[in-house]
T-cell receptor, first 114, second 118 residues
């Protein structure tokens, strides 16, 4: 069965510092991987996705993620965080480019220190 | 990007009453929509897959009679929580699937509905 693990429940970084959020997945076929961001009381916004090709994926708001098949990982990174990046981040895996149901990780809450 | 709208964004209802949540794809047709539930400080759990013109497919453990899903048109799916109880209080999020020739198939999420049952 497919699953997603986000090992870090809560991360705090200083504004301007670099960020890496971890995501490990388990999926029997070619995974389609996603990162979403959720602000309090809001829905989900897609940051980036990986379907195939280049394993380093660029997303919105300066985020990027790297797919590493050997490690079953899809970690999210940002070189310099802004206070507005404080939110909940979810990694998800699905089939058929996400057109089928998605399985989400537990989420990582990001706090930014001024 | 495509827009998916959920209504209402917040609702408070009395225990024993029913509540209907709407999910609309505003600028595209969605043959498939998904309904998720999110518990506080928890991840999203898929409840059911809603297919236009046919019955919804429920995930294991989700009560079909409690969470009624109707997908009567290509732009609207509704989730009705029947005889709501406090344990049904949660954040409900829908997503709609869209196919585009260049970008392939993608899922877009609504802004969610906060249901509180008192």
């Amino acid at each position: 069965a497919q699953s997603v693990t986000q090992p870090d429940i809560h991360i705090t970084v200083s504004e301007g510092a670099s960020l890496e959020l971890r995501c490990n997945y388990s999926y029997g076929a070619t995974p389609y991987l996603f990162w979403y961001v959720q602000s309090p009381g809001q829905g989900l916004q897609l940051l980036l996705k990986y379907f195939s090709g280049d394993t380093l994926v660029q997303g919105i708001k300066g985020f990027e993620a790297e797919f590493k098949r050997s490690q079953s990982s899809f970690n999210l990174r940002k070189p310099s965080v802004h206070w507005s990046d404080a939110a909940e981040y979810f990694c998800a895996v699905g089939g058929s480019q996400g057109a089928q149901k998605l399985v989400f990780g537990q989420g990582t809450r990001l706090t930014i220190n001024p | 990007g495509a827009v998916v709208s959920q209504h209402p964004s917040r609702v408070i209802c009395k225990s024993g009453t029913s509540v209907k949540i709407e999910c609309r794809s505003l600028d595209f047709q969605a043959t498939t929509m998904f309904w998720y539930r999110q518990f506080p400080k928890k991840s999203l759990m898929l409840m059911a897959t809603s297919n236009e013109g046919s019955k919804a497919t429920y995930e294991q453990g989700v009560e079909k009679d409690k969470f009624l899903i109707n997908h009567a048109s290509l732009t609207l799916s509704t989730l009705t929580v029947t005889s709501a109880h406090p344990e049904d209080s949660s954040f409900y999020i829908c997503s709609a699937r869209r196919w585009a020739r260049v970008r392939g198939t993608e899922a877009f999420f609504g802004q969610g509905t906060r249901l509180t049952v008192v």
